[in-house]
Structure formats: structure tokens, C-alpha cells
């Protein structure tokens, strides 16, 4: 069964950074494109980033564009998120999951998968 595990996450002061991994399990990683999601406490669920199969194609959310950058290593059935310049408001639990590109958005269907998620908390 595909399975994805996040990790890298943790307690950061502003301004620092993390760089947090998603490693795909049961299936090649390079048949899937591969998205990061977010869910603050209080907050819905938002896209922050996706990657295509081939890691040709790739797009951010606004919030973080300039200061996230996604990768996969699809020898090592991992997918990364550095994040740098890191701010309060990134504080929330980062997930990761199995995404179709449509026009250029990271969309997930009853099918996908997701991990279980890691703490990303950005405080001083």
C-alpha cells in the first residue's frame, strides 16, 4: 500500500529554517506527483506547494513563494520542503500527499494519500 511519512519539522525562531521530507513507500515516487498542505490550528487545510512527477513543474502558494522550495529525489522516494525566512504564521502541522496538477493548481481526490503530518512551529 503507498504510504507517505513526514518528518523535519520542529520549534524554529523567525527568520530560521527547516527543511522537511516526505518519503513515498509501496509505489516508484516518480509515477506521482506529490503536494505539501498545511492546517493551522483554527484554519483550513491550504495548498503550499506541489511538484509534478518529473519534478519539472512546480508552484507555491503566494504566502510562501520566494521563501519555500520544493524537490524530489525520486532515487530516495523523497520529496523536500526547504523552507527559509520562516514566519509566525507558518506555524502549523505540514502534510504531505499523493496531488494532481491541474492547470496549474494541486488538487487531491478520495483516492490520494496522505501522511500523518509533522509540527512545523515558528516562535520566539
Known amino acids: 500500500q503507498l504510504q507517505l511519512v513526514e518528518s523535519g519539522g520542529g520549534l524554529v525562531q523567525p527568520g530560521g529554517s527547516l527543511r522537511l521530507s516526505c518519503v513515498v513507500s509501496?509505489?516508484?515516487?516518480?509515477?506521482?506527483?506529490i503536494g505539501w498542505f498545511r492546517q493551522a490550528p483554527g484554519k483550513e487545510r491550504e495548498e503550499v506547494s506541489c511538484?509534478?512527477?518529473?519534478?519539472?513543474?512546480?508552484n507555491y502558494a503566494d504566502s510562501v513563494k520566494g521563501r519555500f522550495t520544493i524537490a524530489r529525489d525520486n532515487a530516495k522516494n523523497t520529496v523536500y520542503l526547504q523552507m527559509n525566512s520562516l514566519k509566525p504564521e507558518d506555524t502549523a502541522v505540514y502534510y504531505c500527499?499523493?496531488?494532481?496538477?491541474?492547470?496549474?493548481?494541486?488538487?487531491?481526490?478520495?483516492?490520494?494519500?496522505w501522511g500523518r503530518g509533522t509540527q512545523v512551529t515558528v516562535s520566539s
Open positions: 511538484i509534478s512527477h518529473s519534478g519539472d513543474s512546480r
Open positions: 500527499a499523493t496531488v494532481t496538477i491541474v492547470e496549474d493548481m494541486c488538487v487531491t481526490f478520495g483516492y490520494d494519500n
Open positions: 509501496g509505489f516508484i515516487l516518480n509515477s506521482y506527483a
